[in-house]
Every structure is written in C-alpha cells, then in structure tokens.
C-alpha cells in the first residue's frame, strides 16, 4: 500500500527491513528513489531529530560514483526519512550467503570501490562508522570490473552518528556490528577515519575467507578478539596483499592506511590476482567463550543457533535483510578484555582438517579414552566372571553344569 513522506515522495514497497528501519522503493520528483523510515520510536524522539537536521549539510554533500547519495532528508510528523539513490543490484552479504567466498581478484575490486568512496567521505570531514557487507551495495546495471565485479556503492552514511546520541549512548555504550568494529571502539575512544579502514579491511578478509577475522561466538568473545587477538594468516593470497590486511587490521589507528592509500594500494594489487581462485580454508571451529557479562544481559537458548558475520547485540532478534546494526552494549572492562589466547585459537586449517585443541580433537580424544576404557572394563568382568565361577561353582569335584548354573552363595 502506498504511503506519502512529506509532501514530495511516496514509498510503494517494502525493499528491506533493519534494526535502524525499513527501505522503500519510493518515487520522487526526479523519477524513483530509495526511502529509508526510521523507526517510529526514533523519529519521536525530539534530540534525534534534531541532531537528523544538523546532518543534513554534511550527508546531502556526500557527492561520489561509490556512495549512494542521499537527495534529501525528510521530517513530518511521525516520519523521519532519508531519500537515497535507487541501487538495482543487491548487498554484498546476499551474494556472500550465496557463494560463501569471493575469488580474490573480485574481492579486491570491489574493496577498492568502497575505499574510494570512503576517501571521499573522510576528505569531507564524515565517518561512516558501520561498514559491512550488508551496508554495502553492488550494481547489477553496472559495467562489470575486474573478476567480473560489479560496481560497488557504500550506504547508510550519517545513520550511526544519528542514532547514536548522547541520552541514547552513553559513555560505557558502543554503537555497531561487533564482528567489523575497531578495538579503539571496543575500549571506549571516539571513531575517527581509521575505524571505517579497520572495518573495511574485516571485509575483505571475511570476502577472502568466508568468516571474520576475531567473529563467532559470544558478542562479548568478539569484541575482546578485537583487542587481545592478532589475525591470522590466509593460505593462498600473494604476501603484498595480506601485509595490506594486516596493516589495516592493526590494533593502533595511527598505523593503518588512509582510505585513498589503501585504494590505490589495492588496486596495484589486481594484476597480480587474475585467475585465482576462490581461497579452500575451513573456518575454525567454534569453541566454547568464557562470558563476561551479566547472564540477565545475553543469555543463549539452548537451541539459538551461532552465526558467523553479523552477531546480533540483542538476544532473539530477528533477521532481515538489512542484518541487525545499530544496537548497544557496554564497553567490556579492562579485565575482561586481558587474557585469552592470541591470534592462534582461531587459526583457519586446511579443508576437513581440525585445529589442535579443537572441540572435534577433543571429542576425538575423548572418544578414545571411552573405548580405551571399555575394552579394560570388558577385561576386568571376564576376569571376575571366572573368578567367581571357580569360587562358586567350579571347585567341587561332583558339581554338574546344572549345579554349578544354578548355585547360590550362601553364607557358611
């Protein structure tokens, strides 16, 4: 059913649903467009809103081939709304479910894509502070790049930072999706440019490997990966482009590359990746997390099944196709973020192989100690049931086979 937003645009249909809202198709005065409502509790909320207009100078400037662009941001009555550019195409983690990894030359082009549109941004004084597969968009009416690429746009600028107000975050609240967020979040400091490189760089080793780099498990294990753990290296991609990786996953925000850096870097990078193939790594087991936080906070069914890629903050949200984002949780403090293994716990292993000390070696070991076992115990009773059968029944010299079957000890 269509529904007027403000007095120049109308939304048709729903195009997808997230945390932060829904995104219609939508037709403007230019022809269609793409509307995204906030929520209703957001748009009610008088701080935000006025924060919503104070951005608008800042997002409607946002002016590049690689960012949906925002035309205008409407506020009228109960709608807070921005009127972006319509993308035919679909998100990057639509095709990631789909073909789980992407071949490192397609990978790489479509990264590059996104740090140029992040260099933009940033040369504009905006941090985008949410990147992710499911904020990044890819142009099926594109011509096709490198490894048959299409396009890539990033989308959802300013959202965050909207959202994120001071009666809304406080100072022991972060903003984001864990598995794709800086350690200097994690700990509390203020995102600047270098939490979108660090993100970004998660990314494309999520496109590369088909999972995280510090992902999976407990929301809290995530982020104190974030900041304790050091990644690990991918089998198969040429040693110019993980050292990018690794300069841009490190944990100070003063070493990583500047997003124009890092565009021009990777795609010096593309020649030498032509013809490889998806990279053939398992994803590391996933291995029971100590849980730092209150149990009232995060409790997990019994039966809630572990997501890779996005972990949802709050507990039984539901999925969509936008994935959950936007959500708070306390910063952890500096002793749950000390300890835990580094870097080596969650080292990717060659296909069908477990890593050592992995919940399927262990189960191995444990399953043969329990036939170990058994096999004693087997020995033992025979050894027992000869035993009494001499004691009770073998000993006297006239004893039948039907006497010594039926013998019952008796006392003396």
Same mark, same amino acid.
């Given at each position: 059913m269509a529904r007027n937003i403000g007095s120049r645009y109308t939304a048709h249909q729903i195009l997808g649903r997230g945390s932060a809202g829904t995104v219609w198709l939508g037709e403007g005065p230019e022809g269609p467009v793409a509307i995204k409502l906030l929520r209703e509790d957001l748009a009610s909320d008088q701080e935000l809103v006025g924060r919503f207009v104070q951005e608008r100078t800042a997002l409607l400037g946002l002016d590049h081939p690689h960012i949906v662009a925002v035309h205008d941001l409407v506020v009228d009555g109960n709608d807070l709304a921005l009127v972006m550019n319509l993308v035919r195409g679909t998100d990057l983690r639509t095709r990631l479910d789909r073909e789980r990894r992407l071949a490192p030359e397609a990978a790489v082009a479509i990264i590059a894509d996104v740090a140029d549109g992040l260099a933009a941004a940033h040369a504009a004084g905006v941090v985008h502070r949410d990147v992710k597969p499911e904020n990044i968009l890819l142009d099926m009416e594109g011509p096709l790049g490198p490894g048959g690429s299409h396009p890539a746009l990033l989308t959802d600028f300013g959202v965050a930072k909207l959202i994120d107000t001071p009666r809304r975050t406080k100072a022991t609240k972060i903003i984001g999706t864990p598995d794709y967020l800086a350690p200097e979040i994690v700990e509390g400091l203020p995102p600047r440019a270098a939490v979108d490189i660090y993100a970004l760089a998660t990314v494309l080793y999520e496109l590369l490997a088909g999972f995280t780099?510090?992902?999976?498990?407990?929301?809290? #294990?995530?982020?104190? !990966?974030?900041? $304790?753990?050091?990644? &690990?290296? /991918?089998?198969?991609?040429?040693?110019?482009?993980?050292?990018l990786l690794v300069q841009c996953l490190a944990k100070a925000p003063a070493s990583r590359l500047r997003a124009s850096e890092l565009a021009a870097r990777l795609r010096e990078q593309l020649p030498h990746l032509a013809g490889i193939p998806p990279l053939d790594v398992d994803e590391p087991d996933a291995e029971p997390e100590p849980q730092p936080y209150d149990e009232q906070q995060y409790t997990p069914a019994p039966d809630e099944p572990r997501r890779r890629g996005a972990v949802p903050l709050v507990p039984g949200a539901s999925p969509d196709s936008n994935r959950d984002t936007h959500t708070s949780m306390r910063v952890p403090g500096p002793d749950e973020l000390s300890g835990g293994p580094r870097g080596t716990a969650r080292a990717p292993r060659a296909p069908g192989q477990p890593r050592p000390g992995?919940?399927?070696?262990?189960?191995? #070991?444990?399953?043969? !100690?329990?036939? $170990?076992?058994?096999? &004693?115990? /087997?020995?033992?009773?025979?050894?027992?049931?000869?035993?009494?059968?001499?004691?009770?029944?073998?000993?006297?010299?006239?004893?039948?086979?039907?006497?010594?079957?039926?013998?019952?000890?008796?006392?003396?």
């Open positions: 780099p510090f992902g999976g498990g407990h929301p809290g #294990a995530v982020l104190r !990966r974030h900041v $304790t753990e050091t990644v &690990v290296p /991918l089998p198969g991609i040429p040693e110019e482009l993980w050292q992995s919940a399927r070696n262990k189960s191995a #070991a444990i399953r043969k !100690r329990r036939i $170990t076992l058994g096999a &004693v115990a /087997l020995v033992l009773c025979a050894a027992l049931g000869v035993g009494g059968w001499l004691a009770f029944g073998g000993n006297g010299a006239d004893a039948t086979p039907q006497d010594t079957k039926n013998s019952v000890p008796t006392a003396p």
